[in-house]
């Protein structure tokens, strides 16, 4: 499976779908399409942002997919700020379509009431408005959509009619074990009325399987053992390796390793979306 999703990261350069005239400088462009003059002063003074990105045109158009635990919302979430992006994450999008009670907001609405998944079709149909709205997002980080072959022809279908293409396909690559890892260091007090949550990594109690609130022994629940998450690790793979073949034909896919801190990863990232001089 790997095979299949290997790109040299580093070596890509970002796909220019629409070319933006060069004599239009990058922060000229940004100026005339960005409304606050703080944000872009924000933003220039940002070494580790858009000040890196020599020849982008005034618009990014950004996927990220990657396992649970590669923080990928994370780093969505640092590039939406610093470049001044919509984070268009799953959560988000059920939840706005909800608040402004649109036609799929409504439907959806029960699912969420009740903790049921909402249908990858409806998901579709919330995406596909949204990106067909009046407001449609031109600059955006999708984050947990597409998550499956259907959706991401669902997406590509709306993008193109909206002629809106994307720039890249961000996977964060993360070693399967570590994964498992990074997942199954929450451990939980014993006591119902305590709760505590502890993480071996970050977080790691005084005492080793004991709560330092109320001395009670900890356990790990079902959803945080390794074996359940290997299990979801495999799950991921199984619903992504189509997802990811598919934007690699495409020629959009990069490849980013999401090992070592924060900010090492948004230089990954940064680099893998096509800065080819430094
Ligand atoms: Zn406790």
Not at 28 to 57: C, D, I
Not at 91 to 118: C, F, H, S, W
């Amino acid at each position: 499976m790997p095979s299949l999703v290997s790109v040299a990261g580093s070596e890509r350069r970002l796909r220019d779908p629409n070319p933006t005239p060069k004599l239009l400088g990058v922060g000229f462009v940004f100026l005339l399409t960005r409304a606050g003059l703080a944000v872009n002063m924000g933003l220039s003074e940002n070494k580790a942002g858009w000040a890196n990105l020599p020849n982008e045109p005034e618009y990014m158009r950004l996927i990220f997919l990657g396992p649970p635990g590669s923080g990928k919302g994370t780093q969505a979430k640092l590039l939406s700020q610093r470049l001044g992006l919509l984070h268009y994450a799953t959560g988000n999008i059920l939840r706005e379509a909800i608040e402004k009670d649109t036609p799929e907001g409504r439907l959806a609405k029960p699912y969420m009431a009740n903790g049921q998944l909402v249908p990858d079709e409806l998901v579709n149909d919330i995406v596909n408005a949204r990106f067909r709205g009046t407001d449609k997002p031109t600059r955006f980080v999708m984050d947990g959509y597409p998550r499956t072959l259907e959706q991401a022809l669902s997406f590509d279908k709306t993008l193109k009619e909206q002629s809106l293409g994307l720039n890249a396909v961000i996977f964060l690559k993360v070693e399967d074990e570590e994964i498992v890892r990074r997942n199954s260091a929450r451990w939980t007090c014993t006591n119902p009325e305590c709760g505590a949550t502890y993480n071996t990594v970050f977080k790691p109690p005084k005492q080793a399987g004991r709560c330092d609130i109320c001395q009670q022994s900890l356990y790990q629940r079902d959803d945080d053992k390794p074996e359940t998450i290997r299990k979801r690790v495999q799950l991921f793979h199984k619903l992504h390796a189509d997802v990811l073949r598919h934007y690699e034909q495409q020629g959009l896919l990069a490849e980013v390793s999401a090992t070592g801190d924060i900010e090492a990863i948004y230089a990954g990232i940064v680099n893998a979306l096509g800065t080819d001089r430094k």
